[in-house]
């Protein structure tokens, strides 16, 4: 988070609204977390990330975590909204607070099945069935990868967009599924 997001977030927390701590802190549950494991999973392109609460049998065909909107994911999603010169911090104040009160300490959960690179998600079902050949992206010397998903929802293959939530499938695959994740993307940027 940049300094200013953080004064805001500090200015929020000191400020108007201090119901949004009533939510304690997520702390990972006992053996749940793996060291270096991501702390954060993406909800989507435009509302950004959310906390992880508990990752549970990574790399499994039981492969779960869960997750919640916490105060600096909310204000980071508040934040995406205006442009960047455009910063009110009462209308970040005002959002933050309103998505904390919407979801009050609700928790998602999404599973994988690492073996048959499937995820589980609040939005569908999703299978890795194929991917394209790795592509210049003119990042450096890193390589693209397009990614086919299928939806079991109706057997189609998802587009690789983010309306679709192809980045939010993978995001989830990586977090459970990291050793086939490295595998199949190492070095490679997936799309």
């Not at 508990?54 to 779960?64: C, V």
């Not at 960047?84 to 009050?104: G, S, Y």
């Amino acid at each position: 988070m940049t300094a200013k997001r953080w004064l805001l977030a500090f200015a929020f927390i000191a400020g108007s609204v201090p119901s949004a701590l009533a939510q304690p802190p997520a702390k990972p549950e006992q053996g749940a977390m793996t060291p270096g494991a991501p702390a954060k999973i993406l909800l989507s392109s435009h509302r950004g990330d959310a906390t992880i609460v508990t990752r549970t049998d990574p790399d499994s065909d039981s492969a779960a975590v869960t997750f919640r909107i916490e105060l600096d994911d909310a204000i980071e999603s508040c934040l995406r909204e205006p442009p960047p010169d455009d910063i009110k911090p009462a209308e970040v104040a005002r959002c933050a607070k309103q998505m904390m009160d919407l979801n009050a300490g609700k928790q998602l959960k999404r599973r994988a099945m690492c073996s048959k690179n499937t995820v589980y998600t609040e939005f569908g079902n999703y299978s890795l069935v194929g991917t394209g050949e790795p592509q210049p992206n003119g990042e450096g010397n890193k390589k693209s990868i397009r990614t086919d998903w299928k939806d079991h929802r109706n057997d189609k293959i998802v587009g690789n967009c983010s309306a679709c939530r192809t980045p939010e499938i993978i995001n989830t695959f990586e977090v459970l599924c990291p050793a086939a994740y490295k595998t199949k993307f190492d070095g490679f940027v997936a799309y």
